[in-house]
């Protein structure tokens, strides 16, 4: 069963840095991608990063390049998002994907 766990989030100022992980477990985590999503009150849940299985390819949406960076760890089964210069429209709450599977999510808070 594919089980994954998300945490790292919390409440941060403008400007600052938090780290997500992803705690992969029930699947043969290293042959597959991963990604990132988020969804902020009233808004559709969107798409903020994925990375390939070997972790060589990445990708971002337009509004993150530059500020977050996905990467992995397949030897711990965990996908990390590392989010800098945080701004106030990063709040919500973000997901890790895969195998059509969500975890539960973490909130994430940009506030002052």
């Known amino acids: 069963q594919v089980h994954l766990v998300e945490s790292g989030g919390g409440l941060v100022q403008p400007g600052g840095s938090l780290r997500l992980s992803c705690a992969a477990s029930g699947f043969t985590f290293s042959s597959y991608g991963m990604r990132w999503y988020r969804q902020a009150p009233g808004k559709e849940r969107e798409l903020v990063a994925a990375?390939?299985?070997?972790?060589?390819?990445?990708n971002y949406a337009e509004f993150v390049k530059g500020r977050f960076t996905i990467s992995r760890d397949n030897a711990k089964n965990t996908v990390y998002l590392q989010m800098n210069n945080l701004k106030p429209e990063d709040t919500a709450v973000y997901y890790c994907n895969a195998i059509a599977t969500w975890g539960q999510g973490t909130q994430v808070t940009v506030s002052s």
């Open positions: 990375i390939s299985p070997t972790g060589a390819g990445t």
